[in-house]
């Protein structure tokens, strides 16, 4: 996906013109597969790896660079972007562009591109292994075994067979998570606020709905796939907890602060979320004792954010963000 533009008021001609007398200097500042840096290098731009730089030495560095490739952990902000005088390009090799202020980029002329797709494969196998963990208490058995205790008889989980699933956000990754989920002989229910979805669904043999709440009354199994914006932040609360069923799960494998993570702190310890499941945080790594406090609930699985951390997602990855720029730059 491409936002922006390249350039404004510079013509496509007197472009290659200005890319033939000086080499555009990359700067990328978060781990990618070597094949981004190998593609970009192949086709004339001067790349400079620094992966982890801290904010300080990255706002000393950006100046000097025409194109700034991150990942989820380098936030660009108004600050980032101002500072990078020379900057016409920002990617982001990987889906979400919630850790880039797209809006004053692109006020600023500066075109910014990602990799929606790449990684929809891993995200969406990653979701249905943790919703199978969850469901099983994988967990708590794990951690009971780990401590030389057989807990066989202790806790006891629950079958996904025939249980409502509500996929909430129906793009690339929710609608493989809903053909895997269907054959697990689940019920699946969509929810997308997008014109286009009704009819993917459809085609997917997926029940659409647009009335989140309703579906969210129903469903056994709850897992989130939507972009953070304005209007996903804290889209589960203590209100629609509250009106979830006893026993629901809860999965997230898009963005930690879609769920208010406090409040569902709050209703695993009630009993009413019967376990979780979680690829993300709000903070990551966790800063507070609370979120400490949901890391290590028995009926809580967390990973690190690892949810496009498989070879081939990386891989793709690394080539389609590469492309993305190359396609910005009129170079393909």
Known sequence: MVVGVWWPGLGAEAWLIAFREARLRVLVTDPV???LIRILESHGLEVD?????????????VPGYDILV???RTKVDREVIEAGRRLRLI?????????IDVEYAVKRGVTVVNAPGAAAQSVAELTIGLM???????????????KGEWSKGRWRGVELAGKTLLVVGLGRIGLRVARMAKCLGMRVVGYDVVDAAAERAREAGVEFTRDLRGALREADVVTLHVPLTRDTYHMINRETLEEMKEGVIIVNTARGPVIDTRALLEYLEKGKVFAAALDVLEHEPPREEWEWRLVRHPRVIVTPHIGAETREARARVAEETAYAILEALGLR
Do not use: Q, W
Not at 49 to 61: D, F, I, M, S, T
Not at 132 to 146: D, G, M, N
């Open 33 to 35: 597969d070597e094949r």
């Open 49 to 61: 790896y620094r992966p982890g730089v801290a904010r300080e030495e990255l706002l000393k560095l």
């Open 70 to 72: 991150v990942r989820s």
């Open 132 to 146: 199978i963990a969850a469901a099983r208490l994988f967990k708590a058995h794990i951690v009971a075994l780990e």
């Open 91 to 99: 990617a982001r090799a990987g889906v979400g562009l919630d850790n």
